[in-house]
């Protein structure tokens, strides 16, 4: 069959998890000729593009394997997109899954099969937790562990690209490079430019078939991670409004939202018992004022 969509995946120092990545993106079945694009962010010790090269050989899939030595995730998906597009011109589809995710049987039918039939620009599917060591019930009730839900329909914006399918025009549309490499080391990147993708006007459809499992490690369920992820997202929010709206909005919504964040969290405290989710209202807004101030969390960059 002809390549029809290329998944990419972007990978930096995940080799076990990334076999399991591709075994699944390798078993996927139906009527879609697809490829694979891997792109090792860790040019100091690729591991991650020998294992690529090792498994996607003993298949028949089409692949390609780069390592990308600009570290940053912005530049390593960027470089993904890039060499899909150059590699394999005729494919009108682009999918991108994360390196501690899993393609459910049927996922890359339900993302191309919906596109095909509503014309969609952009599709996303749900991304359902598996935890390394279960968490208790409070870590599994955090916003943070919230996605998109529901049944297949039209929606406004996708938020995450750990589970998501690009149509080309996109990119052509678009300026280059997709992802903004200011976000290479705080995040967000991915809402950012699918924040771009609404505002330009494409079309977004949720697929509740294309089914995506993210692994989640257990030093990412204590409360010091998601209260520093608490802030680190509303850095993200605040860099993204800042881009997209005159400093004036953006600053005003910061005030807002911290008397706002106040009267959420004690809400939430209130209703649940619970420190931690109190938290969450209350630090995104710090987040904002932190990231106004010029001081960025950066929990993507490696110190070597």
Not at 31 to 38: K, N, R, T
Not at 118 to 142: C, K, N, S, W
Not at 201 to 213: I, Q, Y
Request: a neutral charge.
């Amino acid at each position: 069959m002809p390549v029809e969509a290329v998944i990419c995946i972007p990978t930096f120092r995940r080799p076990d998890w990334l076999r399991r990545t591709l075994a699944s993106v390798a078993a996927q079945q139906g009527d879609v000729g697809y490829a694979v694009v891997v792109v090792d962010n860790d040019g100091a010790n690729p591991v991650g593009a020998a294992l690529a090269s090792e498994v996607l050989g003993a298949t028949a899939l089409p692949h390609t394997v780069v390592v990308e030595h600009r570290q940053g995730n912005c530049h390593a998906i960027n470089r993904a997109f890039e060499v899909a597009l150059a590699t394999y011109p005729d494919a009108p589809y682009l999918l991108m899954i994360d390196d501690d995710e899993i393609a459910l049987p049927g996922w890359l039918q339900a993302m191309v099969g919906l596109a095909r039939e509503r014309g969609a620009d952009l599709v996303g599917g749900p991304v359902i937790r598996q935890f390394e060591v279960e968490p208790d019930a409070t870590v599994m009730r955090h916003p943070l562990f919230v996605s998109i839900d529901g049944e297949t329909r039209r929606i406004d914006q996708l938020h995450g690209s750990g589970n998501c399918l690009i149509q080309r025009r996109v990119f052509e549309r678009l300026p280059a490079p997709p992802f903004d490499v200011r976000f290479n080391f705080l995040g967000g990147g991915d809402m950012e430019f699918f924040t771009r993708c609404r505002l330009a006007g494409f079309e977004t459809w949720w697929s509740a078939e294309a089914v995506a499992h993210e692994f989640v490690a257990s030093g990412r369920t204590t409360a010091s991670f998601l209260m520093k992820r608490s802030l680190r997202t509303g850095s993200i929010n605040y860099m993204i409004d800042r881009l997209h709206r005159p400093l004036a909005i953006a600053l005003a919504k910061n005030a807002a939202s911290l008397g706002l964040g106040v009267l959420r969290g004690v809400s939430v405290l209130l209703r649940t018992g619970s420190p931690l989710l109190a938290s969450h209202p209350l630090l995104m807004p710090v987040g904002r004022v932190v990231a106004s101030l010029g001081l960025l969390p950066k929990p993507y960059r490696s110190s070597t």
